[in-house]
């Protein structure tokens, strides 16, 4: 056997003794994904026993170097085990923005001390983490922020607001930007911080959605304190770090687009929904429009792989992640759309158990957050124009 035949057979011995068997069940609920932090409640015995166990293995963030949490694994083992993962329909130990945006960041521009103090903590669990970017009048032109970072010696004093900060009230700390210098020109003055939540002078306040949950908040600084020693890469640099920052965040709102890791693939969705005639669904066109998704699906995945092999290749991200995010988003609503189909006028109920509440109904009017959330699509459009097709401005 092949070291990755190896490495493989290994994994599924690994995860075949150690998941329970309560993981290996469809997500029903949003307690059923474990985001860690110190305000996180275990919903059984087996979702903390399973992050633990795969926190242990450094496999919440199997690509990690190991002095720093993770696994130490390479490319094709780390997909090998999502792959495993996958065919056990084993659900994942841990999702937290520390792991899809805050700990690429550090592990490119972070110190050292910086990485010793936070990304361990991450795989763990232990904190969770929220982002401070957009504020009232800073959403597409995020270079505009006025979040403001006093020089204080050893600190920073915080003041202003941020918008849109996914989970804040539930969270330990933010990563954020501020101005530290000069508004002009505006892209330079800018500094990313992390800053503890739990101090007097951070509140936050949630943001009603139309889907009737409130995942958003704007959170508030008034004479907050950040500490110099968590000023991320070069004082007034901070953009830097925010557009290699976004790139993740792109990719991660992009990869809920494909929907190949549904615990419930449309088609079994359908047929366990609406019943099938000789082993196919009995609407023709509906059976077109799934299969069409499920090969823009596909395909979009096999777009995704070849960016991220060009990445490890040394080929930066750069506007392709604007690809990425614009399509994710844009197939993410269409198949919520055909989700809604399937399930007819009956899925417009919001409060019944046979709906679990609207589940899919509060998913659909969720999606539509995807073209705006981590950049508009109207801005993403224009990134794609202007930097990978090279159009003329107007």
């Keep these: 056997m092949s070291d990755l035949e190896t490495f493989r057979a290994e994994t599924r011995a690994w995860l075949e003794e150690n998941c329970p068997p309560e993981i290996r069940k469809p997500v029903e609920s949003e307690k059923d994904i474990c985001w860690g932090g110190k305000q996180w409640t275990f919903v059984s015995e087996a979702q903390k026993t399973w992050l633990e166990r795969m926190a ?96 204080q010696g050893d600190h920073f004093i915080v003041n202003g607001q941020k918008i849109w900060t996914s989970y804040a009230d539930e969270c330990d700390w933010i990563f954020a930007l501020v101005r530290t210098g000069p508004m002009e020109p505006k892209h330079d003055g800018i500094s990313f911080v992390l800053i503890d939540m739990e101090q007097p002078g951070v509140t936050t306040k949630p943001i009603k959605l139309i889907s009737g949950k409130s995942p958003f908040c704007e959170t508030f600084f008034d004479d907050a304190r950040a500490e110099k020693e968590n000023l991320v890469g070069e004082l007034n640099r901070g953009w830097d770090v925010a557009k290699y920052l976004l790139t993740h965040e792109r990719e991660m709102i992009a990869s809920g687009g494909s929907g190949l890791f549904d615990a419930r693939p449309l088609g079994q969705h359908a047929a366990q929904t609406m019943g099938v005639e000789d082993g196919m669904l009995v609407d023709p066109v509906l059976r077109a429009d799934l299969t069409r998704c499920d090969i823009d699906g596909l395909a979009f995945m096999c777009a995704i792989e070849r960016y991220k092999d060009e990445a490890k290749a040394g080929v930066g991200m750069g506007a392709k992640s604007s690809v990425l995010k614009y399509y994710g988003a844009e197939l993410n609503k269409r198949r919520l759309e055909l989700m809604m189909d399937i399930g007819g006028s009956e899925e417009f109920e919001w409060e019944s158990p046979a709906t679990n509440e609207g589940k899919i109904a509060r998913m659909w009017l969720r999606t539509k957050a995807n073209s705006i959330e981590g950049g508009t699509t109207e801005v993403q459009l224009n990134i794609v124009a202007k930097r990978i097709l090279e159009m003329p401005g107007a």
């Design 56 to 151: 242990a293995r450094g496999w919440t963030v199997p690509s990690w170097p190991k002095e720093y949490g993770g696994g130490g694994l390479s490319k094709e083992e780390a997909k090998i085990l999502k792959e495993e993962m996958r065919e056990l329909g084993a659900r994942s130990p841990l999702d937290s923005f520390g792991i899809w945006m805050l700990g690429p960041a550090l592990l490119k521009y972070g110190s050292h001390e910086q990485k010793l103090k936070f990304l361990p903590p991450i795989a763990r669990g232990e904190i969770r983490w929220a982002q401070g970017y957009s504020e009232p009048n800073a959403g597409s032109d995020l270079a505009s922020l006025a979040t403001k970072a006093v020089d």
